[in-house]
């Protein structure tokens, strides 16, 4: 009896490039093609190199003729570096961003596993560097109040099934204590605990809370890592070994073997979204995973984002609230100071000025909030008008005193300070506008003998400066601090009775329109910082549009009000939450060709099923030009979500076969949170 003929193995793979689909290889010439599983590295040649894929899958049939099938070389690993679970998260992933599968598949792949190292751990690793497991005595815990009692049960009656909750509690209402609890329940049964944090939200003095409270390894993944730490903390998350993971961004795709619960922490924070490559948002991210695999997830804020407020609303969250503060602390009082018409020195007005004075008289620290770094904004030249501007961005150059540069702040170009204007020689140049730097010089002008800290990009760029800092302000060696959003994170500076907000119109009237959102999530934050303990503190915002609605309503009546009010001018503009986004974005050197793409692109979609959408657009970038390239967009608007996903599964394949696509740099983005 002739035997049947084998039916041939494919392999399906992965591979990190930009091309939308995956690639088929014929196994390895030696080897054993049945201990062959998805999650599996596999080395391939590809072009003229070769490279480092992912199997996803084993088949039998190819889209590709036998013939023309290369052979993949070899098969890195005897057991998947990727578990089944991560696979599916990452496939998804994939399918709602629109990002090529390699990519997506690679980026969640820690660097040195990307370059083919063996998925083991260093020699130095255990009780090593982010897996420090200390051998001090766990921390007392607090009990818990009402509230927080109340948030602890609904989440761990949860666990086991997937459940999302938003937990919206206003500074300093023991939220991390909420968490902490909710981990210990899930340590107690074995399991391992996710925590999310935003980028400059994850400090050392976080981590060490979590370590002091429960003395177990933890897995710490953050960008400071060297990649050799972070394939050890990344194997110690997978293999089980550290029950409590906690990382920025990308940690969400980090393997778990025995998930318990995933903690979102300041939610609301733009962090979690990834701006470039492969645009996600870690938060929708571990939402989804969480109900892949059947868990509670917690978002946390006191600012709670509005798509998240909205959801509560809907009923897909559930709200959990802590309106007090834990302990003793009371709430703020705020206030707008009205300075139109007020003499103002340097940004700050003689009302605040004074204020400040008698906070300080009185030994307490004063904090001043412009979330503007640098001396000034704009270098002008009086007498013939000219400006210093970046020659590779629409864009100003900032001066920054200190290091005697001007700076691009969005490509980075730096250049010394011109000493005459390079239009008409004039020797005028003046400093238009103010950053941190010039608030600190004037305000030692005027508060000399106080002892200031500055916190911003510029002063904390030395590891270990932002901890100095924070270190002497605890320990009341300044009295006197001004920084930028940095100042506005997970820091409490008990000491604080009034806070100063220096410039609130930003936002008011900011090209975005989330930027109301983004200024009432700041003020609310960085006033949430003051006032704690047995001393209450005092909120003042400056601001020319004293009258404005928002700014009211958030002034008078709080986050809450504003937000319903705000959700409520998106739901009649028809913006997100109650419709979903995605930008084409495209970008070259040269000034014509990324709206042309997007022409293309849009004829494209308009050959298919558009029912549903609105395709806004091609329009130049808000900053039409930036670090040297024109960038332009067009904009995909749906009441639907379902809708825009149609049209988007069916045209974006086809975008990179249009006649331009490999003249200009191109993204989809999913859900943008950002539009310039
Ligand atoms: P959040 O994360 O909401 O800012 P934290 O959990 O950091 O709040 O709590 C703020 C402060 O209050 C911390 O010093 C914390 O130890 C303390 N705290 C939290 N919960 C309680 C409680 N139930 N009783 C007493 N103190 C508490
Ligand atoms: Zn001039
Ligand atoms: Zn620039």
């Not at 959003?485 to 409490?492: A, E, I, S, V, Y």
């Not at 910082?529 to 503190?537: E, F, L, N």
């Not at 549009?545 to 009649?572: C, I, K, N, S």
């Amino acid at each position: 009896m002739a035997a049947m003929p084998k039916p041939r193995l494919i392999l399906r793979i992965a591979v990190p490039s930009p091309l939308y689909r995956s690639f088929d290889y014929l196994p390895p010439p030696d080897g054993d093609p049945t201990a062959l599983a998805a999650g599996m590295r596999v080395r391939v040649p590809f072009g003229r190199t070769q490279t480092i894929g992912l199997l996803l899958d084993v088949d039998t049939d190819s889209r590709i003729e036998g013939e023309r099938l290369k052979a993949a070389l070899e098969v890195l690993d005897e057991q998947p570096v990727l578990p089944t679970d991560t696979l599916r998260l990452l496939h998804w992933a994939s399918g709602y961003y629109h990002h090529p599968a390699g990519e997506v598949f690679s980026a969640a792949l820690p660097v040195l596993l990307r370059q083919g190292r063996a998925a083991r751990m260093g020699k130095r690793a255990k009780g090593q560097g982010n897996m420090e497991s200390q051998g001090q005595s766990p921390d007392s815990r607090p009990l818990l109040n009402v509230s927080q009692h109340e948030a602890v049960t609904a989440v761990c009656g949860a666990l086991g099934g997937f459940h999302a909750f938003l937990l919206d509690g206003v500074t300093g209402s023991g939220k991390t204590e909420v968490y902490l609890h909710i981990i210990e329940r899930v340590l107690e049964q074995g399991l391992q605990a996710l925590v999310l944090a935003p980028e400059i939200g994850l400090t050392p003095q976080l981590v060490a809370r979590f370590q002091r409270r429960f003395g177990v390894p933890l897995a710490v993944l953050h960008s400071g890592l060297t990649d050799r730490e972070r394939l050890d903390a990344w194997l110690m998350a997978r293999d089980g070994q550290a029950p409590i993971v906690i990382g920025t961004r990308s940690a969400v795709f980090t393997p778990l073997k025995r998930p318990g619960v995933i903690i979102v922490d300041e939610e609301h924070d733009l962090s979690f979204k990834q701006q470039e490559g492969f645009r996600y948002s870690a938060r929708d991210v571990a939402v989804m995973r969480a109900q892949q695999a059947n868990l509670p997830v917690m978002l946390g804020s006191a600012t709670p984002s509005l798509e998240s407020l909205h959801n509560a609303e809907a009923g897909r969250y559930q709200r959990l609230h802590l309106p007090e503060r834990a302990g003793s602390a009371l709430h703020p009082l705020i206030e707008v100071l009205d300075v139109r018409g007020q003499p103002m020195q340097d940004s700050l007005s003689q009302p605040l000025l004074d204020l400040a004075g008698r906070h300080l008289a009185d030994h307490n620290q004063v904090l001043l909030f412009l979330n503007r770094r640098g001396y000034a904004p704009t270098l002008l030249c009086h007498d013939c008008g000219w400006v210093a501007e970046c020659r590779r961005c629409d864009a100003h150059l900032t001066l920054h005193q200190g290091s005697r540069l001007l700076v691009c702040h969005h490509c980075g170009t730096q250049r010394p300070i011109d000493r005459h204007c390079p239009k008409c020689n004039g020797a005028d140049l003046r400093a238009l506008g103010h950053g941190t730097e010039r608030i600190e010089q004037a305000l030692a002008q005027r508060f000399p003998g106080i002892n200031m800290a500055r916190i911003d990009r510029d002063t904390t760029r030395r590891k270990g400066a932002l901890e100095n800092l924070l270190e002497g302000i605890h320990a009341g060696e300044h009295q006197l601090l001004i920084g930028t959003q940095m100042l506005t994170k997970g820091h409490h500076f008990p000491d604080v009775t009034l806070v100063g907000i220096l410039d609130a119109d930003q936002g008011l009237f900011s090209a975005d329109f989330r930027g109301a959102e983004r200024m009432a999530q700041l003020i609310t934050q960085v006033a949430g910082r003051a006032g704690r303990a047995d001393k209450p503190g005092q909120v003042v915002i400056q601001t020319h549009h004293p009258d404005h609605p928002l700014l009211h309503l958030l002034v008078t009546q709080g986050y809450h009000r504003f937000a319903q009010a705000a959700l409520e001018e998106r739901r009649e503009a028809g913006l997100p939450p109650y419709s979903a986004l995605a930008l084409l974005r495209a970008e070259a050197t040269g000034r014509d060709l990324p709206q042309a793409f997007l022409t293309q692109a849009s004829e494209a979609a308009e050959q298919l099923d558009c029912k549903g959408v609105d395709l806004l657009g091609p329009v130049p970038a808000p900053m039409e030009k930036r670090a040297g390239r024109y960038r332009a967009h067009l904009l995909l608007q749906a009441s639907r979500r379902g809708d825009l996903h149609r049209l988007l599964d069916a045209w974006v394949p086809r975008l990179e076969k249009l006649p331009l696509a490999r003249k200009v740099r191109w993204a989809v983005d999913v859900d943008p949170m950002e539009m310039f």
